[in-house]
T-cell receptor
Framework: DADVTQTPRNRITKTGKRIMLECSQT?????MYWYRQDPGLGLQLIYY???????NKGEISDGYSVSRQAQAKFSLSLESAIPNQTALYFC????????????FGEGSRLTVL | AQSVTQLGSHVSVSEGALVLLRCNYS??????LFWYVQYPNQGLQLLLK??????LVKGINGFEAEFKKSETSFHLTKPSAHMSDAAEYFC????????????FGQGTILTVHP
């Protein structure tokens, strides 16, 4: 089983719909992240959380919200999806010690029509 | 603020040829530097990392990278490309107030021809 699990892996939705992407991890890490990947732009940080009571905005948080339900769970929501939020979304974790290396899930591909 | 620039969005090599993927960074503090690889329909996997120890870093699958502070570079190399190396490669930086938040380059797609 994967250490960082994202659901759903693929989702097609319509403009204006509310969407939630979920992430769970078994690595025991305190820190969790949501990144967005667009072709030619690399990965951009949406939100990050260094512990259950800590939530921080990243570079591109507008239009997104997050919830850290437990150490192991971090969800990303699009309250009212729009087509330019079509992208590949990655959840990642890190231990908070050492070099800050990230461990990634396999991604959630979201298409907004 | 930190930033990463990967020179070349696409690189094409023949099987057995040298692989060179370029990465330049900007950081106001001593950085941690990373190379990740993404195979189709998969997440990102760490290839190697620089953590202020040895400047020449060896990673998985025969890849290595050299940290050059004077050139603010962290280029990724592999002496002999394999077909299985075809993937997208990302350089990333963190450090200082950005510790724990990686800033990624735009990615380089490596194609390997037989």
């Amino acid at each position: 089983d994967a250490d960082v699990t994202q659901t759903p892996r693929n989702r097609i939705t319509k403009t204006g719909k509310r969407i939630m992407l979920e992430c769970s991890q078994t690595k025991g890490h305190d820190r969790m992240y949501w990144y967005r990947q667009d072709p030619g732009l690399g990965l951009q940080l949406i939100y990050y959380s260094f512990d259950v009571k800590d939530i921080n905005k990243g570079e591109i948080s507008d239009g997104y919200s997050v919830s850290r339900q437990a150490q192991a769970k971090f969800s990303l929501s699009l309250e009212s999806a729009i087509p330019n939020q079509t992208a590949l979304y990655f959840c990642a974790t890190s231990s908070g010690s050492g070099t800050g290396e990230l461990f990634f899930g396999e991604g959630s591909r979201l298409t907004v029509l | 603020a930190q930033s990463v620039t990967q020179l070349g969005s696409h690189v094409s090599v023949s099987e057995g040829a040298l692989v060179l993927l370029r990465c330049n960074y900007s950081s106001s503090v001593p950085p941690y530097l990373f190379w990740y690889v993404q195979y189709p329909n998969q997440g990102l996997q760490l290839l190697l990392k620089y953590t202020s120890a040895a400047t020449l870093v060896k990673g998985i699958n025969g890849f290595e990278a050299e940290f050059k502070k004077s050139e603010t570079s962290f280029h990724l190399t592999k002496p002999s490309a394999h077909m299985s190396d075809a993937a997208e490669y990302f350089c990333a930086v963190s450090g200082g107030t950005s510790y724990g938040k990686l800033t990624f380059g735009q990615g380089t797609i490596l194609t390997v021809h037989p």
